[in-house]
T-cell receptor
């Protein structure tokens, strides 16, 4: 079974530039999550999708972050414009809906904002 | 407001001995708890979980204990192996939260050969 695919693995940008991350979840997984993990901290949920609808985006900084999951499969997360404090690993995860809390994570995208 | 706390950033254990990783939580609505393991440059992977109706769950070398009155859980690894060296995250969720996970800050476990 193929895992959660994310790209790119690494990205270095300057502040005020824009960046986009891509995620392809495990086939058949209806729920998709984007997490932000800052060095030394645990992953923090940014947004949760159920199929192509948003379940929760309360912790997404909507003035600069946006995410979409067209067709209920793969997803993109965008930051525009980036700030220094956005430097983090951005993790995508997926799961089956129905109370299964076991998430499958991708390897993440390491973002450095200079 | 950290609802899930892992107060030990790091732990070193000799190979073959027991590793005990601790986690505390403050939200009494949490009813399901999980441990994830993370190697460098990889995403976290699920290790073991426990429901609040239980106080112990075992899977091979890994056992999770839950003390609801103390709002405390621990992960025991016996015997510890060098391949267990990783960051371990405690996570919690509640039935009223769309099953979203709240993670602790992690404990770096180093198993010395």
């Amino acid at each position: 079974e193929a895992g959660v695919a994310q790209s790119p693995r690494y990205k270095i940008i300057e502040k005020r530039q824009s960046v986009a991350f891509w995620c392809n979840p495990i086939s058949g997984h209806a729920t998709l999550y984007w997490y932000q993990q800052i060095l030394g901290q645990g992953p923090k949920l940014l947004i949760q999708f159920q199929n192509n609808g948003v379940v929760d985006d309360s912790q997404l900084p909507k003035d600069r972050f946006s995410a979409e999951r067209l067709k209920g499969v793969d997803s993109t997360l965008k930051i525009q414009p980036a700030k220094l404090e956005d430097s983090a690993v951005y993790l995508c995860a997926s799961s089956n809906w129905g109370g299964n809390e076991k998430l499958f994570f991708g390897s993440g995208t390491q973002l450095s904002v200079l | 407001d950290q609802q899930v706390k892992q107060n030990s950033p790091s732990l070193s254990v000799q190979e073959g001995r027991i590793s005990i990783l601790n986690c505390d939580y403050t939200n009494s609505m949490f009813d399901y708890f999980l441990w994830y393991k993370k190697y460098p440059a990889e995403g976290p992977t699920f290790l073991i979980s426990i429901s609040s109706i239980k106080d112990k769950n075992e899977d091979g070398r890994f056992t999770v204990f839950l003390n609801k009155s103390a709002k405390h859980l621990s992960l025991h690894i016996v015997p510890s192996q060098p391949g267990d060296s990783a960051v371990y995250f405690c996570a919690a969720t509640s039935s009223g939260s769309a099953r979203q996970l709240t993670f602790g800050s992690g404990t770096q476990l180093t198993v010395l050969p």
